[in-house]
């Protein structure tokens, strides 16, 4: 897998997650003006990559 970094028709940053057979899996949620909050960014994204799975539909009201 991939990030990749682009910018966007306004201008700003995004980064997007292309698994190995060229398809997004993920993308940012909003463009960034500064080059560094967008890497940011897909550091907070690789951290998150070791969370836990929580299976809601088990989850009483």
């Known amino acids: 897998m991939r990030f990749e ?12 997650l292309r698994a190995r057979n ?4 993920a993308e940012s ?3 960034y003006v500064r080059r560094e909050d967008c ?5 907070l994204v690789r951290q998150s990559a ?5 299976d809601m539909t ?3 009201a």
């Open 39 to 43: 890497e940011h960014g897909i550091d």
């Open 5 to 16: 970094l682009y910018r966007d028709a306004g201008g700003q940053w995004r980064w997007r």
């Open 50 to 54: 070791e969370a836990k799975i929580v």
């Open 58 to 60: 088990t989850q009483i």
């Open 29 to 31: 949620g909003e463009g």
């Open 22 to 25: 060229g398809e997004i899996v």
